[in-house]
């Protein structure tokens, strides 16, 4: 039951991070797109590829929250926590 409880609680931590992750991606698109007299080419580049990091890394997070909601589903004690929750 600790372990389910562990990858329960990991699962939900790399839910919020990939979801943070794209909300910081968004603002930063949004500085992309909302035109300004002051942005330079480097600056509009810089902010897009941070973009791009974030929402890889959001992925990356989706991806490993998906694996423990994998392993969750394997065991029974897993799918026990998963109806309780």
């Not at 997070?61 to 109806?83: A, C, H, V, W």
Request: glycine share 4%; charged share 25%; no cysteine.
């Amino acid at each position: 039951m600790q372990k389910a409880k562990e990858y329960y609680e990991k699962m939900v931590d790399y839910k919020q991070y990939a979801k943070v992750l794209l909300a910081i991606s968004a603002f930063f698109y949004l500085g992309v797109l909302i035109p300004t007299l002051e942005k330079n080419q480097m600056e509009v580049m810089l902010m897009m590829i941070i973009t791009t990091v974030f929402l890889a890394g959001a992925v990356l997070f989706l991806l490993r929250s998906k694996s423990y909601y994998k392993k969750l589903l394997e065991t029974e004690e897993g799918q026990d926590f998963l109806i309780k929750k």
